[in-house]
């Protein structure tokens, strides 16, 4: 997977500010947006360098990106609230809104989780009221998707997974 279609991924802050950074590979599209890969052992620019691969979903134009992991990991699905992507030659950007969604693997749990993260940060980045009502829906449409069997979080996800697990 290395090398194919390399791309960068930039997630800020809703000021701009970096927060994380990692190369990735660009799979594929579909309907549901554009499917990256990340290679195990990737180094995001914190010098956090992970174990297991993922791939990670950027739709077209929804206030969400959506992180898909192998076993072990404890999340099968972990989604970002952020600002719809911009795309350059390079990659892509998208600012981390703080609120997240996940699914718990061992118990399909579906979890929001971070609210007291981003009601800080609403008030230190000024985040407009549209902003904040963007964000909330995108929460709770993904807390409804990962318990309902809404695709791609219910098997969708795994053909793009194997891409990078085989």
Not at 76 to 105: H, M, N, S
């Amino acid at each position: 997977m290395a090398g194919v279609n390399p791309i960068r991924v930039e997630i800020t802050k809703y000021d701009g500010s970096p927060h994380r950074g990692y190369p990735a590979s660009l799979l594929g599209r579909d309907e549901h947006g554009s499917w990256l890969g990340v290679a195990s052992g990737t180094v995001s620019d914190d010098g956090v360098a992970h174990e297991l691969p993922w791939v990670l979903l950027i739709p077209d134009d929804g206030w969400w990106t959506a992180m898909f992991n192998p076993p072990p990991q404890g999340s099968e699905v972990y989604c970002d609230i952020a600002t719809p992507a911009t795309w350059t030659a390079q990659g892509v950007t998208v600012a981390d809104l703080d609120l997240d969604v996940k699914r718990r693997r061992a118990s399909g749990a579906v979890l929001l989780v971070d609210e007291d993260e981003f009601a800080v940060h609403r008030v230190r980045f000024d985040y407009p009221p549209n902003v904040v009502e963007q964000a909330w829906a995108a929460a709770k449409y993904l807390e409804r998707a990962l318990a309902d069997g809404t695709e791609p979080f219910a098997t969708h996800y795994h053909r793009w997974l194997e891409k990078v697990t085989t």
